[in-house]
């Protein structure tokens, strides 16, 4: 039995099931990179198994079980706001075997040398190319699922909208670029018009539109907050790309415009937290699975902390000359990914993977450990490279000291990270298994209140 109400929505559990073992596998190769950083490791070994391959393949496994978990959650969320089937089931699994095998021919590659060497986008540009295809068909799919559906809504355009100009930005990273700091120049289209640009759009959209199924919330309501989110991320998101070029020869009015436009970054990201608070608290549903919830509201605090806090503690000019390219960025990093994307992607599959295998009600009992566990764990693991990367700061950009040097007082903090690390894949092992195997409650789930609004 299944709770989905479109055969096609099936497609998105094997895009769900293959994101959540590249993040395990990400997951390891993060340890391996703090085990580098916190030992002088044997040369033999370096010589075989450097740091940037590793690093490779922790950031290039983060960005394709991410994208397959967005990939994945549109093709869910697609057939019910269309009310009609997806256009092509075959087509969507055809492109989940073409990035999937782009994905692991990298994978493969990247442990031979083979990488064209732009962090988070290492993949050389013939995988690129399948990728393109990949990216085509998928968008094709969804147009197609859209064009030819009979209801209208603005969550199809926005999704639609944002998975486009996610695909659009990736051809900018393609191009190799004689002169680096052009290389560098575009390279921020993608990396910083990915994260603060469409995976937000992509965010706002499949957060809307699981928000109005579990709360039963009015459609109205909730596309208004879309509407002035998705205005407001894409306003400052765009200039605020400027906090990137303040140091790499890019004209200086960046540090202006890029300062006061990324400054404003954090706005639509508080409005994501009050809109989620106030759909809670007027909900005309009752909450079946409380765990989902936890995911839906942790995703929304977390993102404000990791991507908004710290990235606003650091993205004006005085601050970012002094802690650009240090440890504070690597905590940054962390915790905006994993509160933005890693939780988005969570809830996602917290919604739809139970639906898919026809449970309405579910045992949650491990999945609360695994996302106590998780979201705890990155939180320290944050501020422990924050340490870091004060020390970093302070001695190699006051004291002058060099990094070599600067480094032996932070190998115990990447010590420390290991161990927290450890702590945290325990809790990324234990969710993936929850949601692999997981199970209807015996408690029976509460009648719905009050009549769901009818959201046409
Ligand atoms: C979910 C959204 C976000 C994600 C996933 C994210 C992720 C990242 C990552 C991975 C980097 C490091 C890139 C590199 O140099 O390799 C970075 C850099 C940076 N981020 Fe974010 N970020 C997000 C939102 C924000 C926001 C909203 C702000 C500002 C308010 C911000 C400010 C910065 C700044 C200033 C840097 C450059 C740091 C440096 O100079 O080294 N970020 N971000
Ligand atoms: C056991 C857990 C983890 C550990 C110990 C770990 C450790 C590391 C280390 C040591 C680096 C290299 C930093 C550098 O180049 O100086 C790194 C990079 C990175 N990791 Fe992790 N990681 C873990 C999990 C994660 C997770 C779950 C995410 C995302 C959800 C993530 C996202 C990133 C990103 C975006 C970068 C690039 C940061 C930058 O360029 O500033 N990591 N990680
Ligand atoms: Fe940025």
Known sequence: ?????????????????????????????????????????????VNVFPFSTARALHTNLLVAWMLLGFMGGTYYILPPECARDLFSEKLAYLQLALFVGAAVTAVVGFLFGWTQGKPLLEIPLPLDFVI????????????????KAEVRTALQWMLLGGVTFLALMYLFGMPFYQNLNTDYYYWWWVIHLWVEGA??????????????????????????????????????????????????????????????????????IVLMVVDTWMHVRERKNPIVNPLTWYYIIGLAIYHLVGAGLWGFMHTLPPINYYTHGSQITVSHGHLAFFGAYALLNLTIFYFAMPR?????????????????????????????????????????????????????????????????????????????????????????????????????
């Open 132 to 147: 393109v295809v990949a990216a085509l068909i998928f968008i094709a799919n969804v147009a197609m699922t859209i064009i």
């Open 1 to 45: 039995m299944m709770l989905v109400e479109y055969q096609s929505q099936r497609v998105s559990l094997w895009y769900f099931r293959l994101a959540l073992v590249l993040f395990i596998l990400q997951v390891v190769m993060g340890l391996w990179l703090s085990i580098n950083y916190a030992f002088t490791l044997p040369q033999d070994l």
């Open 356 to 456: 898919l295998k026809g449970i309405n009600k579910y045992q949650d009992r491990l999945g609360k450990w695994g996302f106590w566990i998780t979201t705890i764990g990155m939180f320290v693991l944050g501020l422990v490279f924050g340490i870091a990367g004060i020390l970093q700061t302070y001695l190699e950009r006051f004291l002058d000291i060099g990094y070599s040097t600067a480094h032996l007082t932070m190998m115990f903090w990447f010590r420390v990270a290991f161990g927290v690390g450890l702590v945290f894949l325990a809790g990324v092992i234990i969710t993936v298994y929850h949601l692999f195997t997981i199970k209807p409650s015996s408690i029976p789930a509460p009648e719905p209140v009050v009549t769901p609004a009818s959201n046409i």
């Open 199 to 268: 995976w937000e759009v992509v965010t706002a959209s499949i957060v809307a539109y699981i928000i109005m199924r579990v709360t039963g919330v009015d459609r109205k309501v909730v596309e208004k907050w879309l509407y002035v989110e998705t205005g407001l991320f894409l306003f400052t998101g765009i200039v605020g790309t400027g906090h990137h070029y303040y140091w790499i020869g890019a004209p200086d009015y960046w540090l202006w415009w890029g300062g006061i436009f990324s400054a404003l970054e954090p706005l639509p």
